[in-house]
């Protein structure tokens, strides 16, 4: 059978209210867009929205925000929720060097980093999201005492991640080499897809927590 007017996940993105279309315009604003005071934690990189999603729903006293920058992904998770609506989470289809023009100072309590691209040649390392730019856009919209929750399966983005801290003003609170093995941290753990693809690889997943 033919199928027939698909229409590009652009414009069902453009039509989904489970979206923010112009983000800007809630900076320093955002409790009106949920029409509550509860904290505010991003995901940033959220690919198909499984990891927001098990939060939103289990947490209903806080708000999320998933964002990603990619339409065909999103388009997932938008999918997801239509099925299962969450009234504690939106998503955002944005570019994330543009974060600090969609949220203020201190308007985020919490940042989540899942599986961030890995961009191995050093020309790139600007776009790789645990970078000290990025730490530095991080420390202009997370509230003072709030934290990154950052975890990966890539060895070197991971150690490129640690040795970025210190220059740019952040340290540790919590780091483990095999969050799987770490029952401590592994307490609250929620999976991400990649997390859980990679785990069932047999590869250990590298998680810290970072505050300044
Ligand atoms: N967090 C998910 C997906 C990991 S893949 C999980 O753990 O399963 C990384 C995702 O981050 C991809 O979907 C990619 O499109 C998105 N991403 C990478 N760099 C980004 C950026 N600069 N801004 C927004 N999204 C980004």
């Known amino acids: ?52 999603m098990d939060l939103a729903r289990s947490h209903p006293d806080i708000n999320y925000v998933g964002i990603e920058k990619y339409s065909s992904v999103l388009l997932r998770g ?43 040649k050093d020309r790139h390392a600007k776009r790789r999201l645990p970078s000290r730019e990025f730490l530095h856009r991080y420390d202009e919209i997370l509230k003072k005492d709030g934290v990154i929750e950052f975890k990966t399966d890539n060895r070197e983005l991971f150690r490129f991640a640690l040795d970025e801290l210190e220059p740019a003003g952040w340290h540790l609170e919590q780091m483990t080499e095999d ?3 770490d029952a401590e941290m592994m307490r609250d753990n929620v999976m991400t897809e990649y997390e859980e693809r990679f785990s069932s690889m047999g590869n250990p997943i590298y998680k810290y927590i970072i505050a300044r």
């Open 1 to 52: 059978m033919r199928l027939r007017n698909i229409s590009g996940s652009r414009e069902l993105i453009a039509a989904s209210d489970y979206v923010i279309h112009e983000p800007q315009e809630h900076r320093g604003k955002w409790k009106e867009v949920f029409g509550s005071d509860n904290p505010i934690r991003i995901e940033i990189g959220m690919g198909k929205g499984r990891f927001i």
């Open 78 to 120: 938008i999918q997801k929720l239509e099925a299962e609506p969450l009234t504690n989470l939106y998503f955002i289809r944005m570019e994330a060097e543009e974060i600090t023009s969609v949220f203020a100072p201190g308007e985020v309590d919490r940042i989540y980093l899942n599986f961030s691209d890995p961009w191995p």
């Open 179 to 181: 969050l799987h093995r």
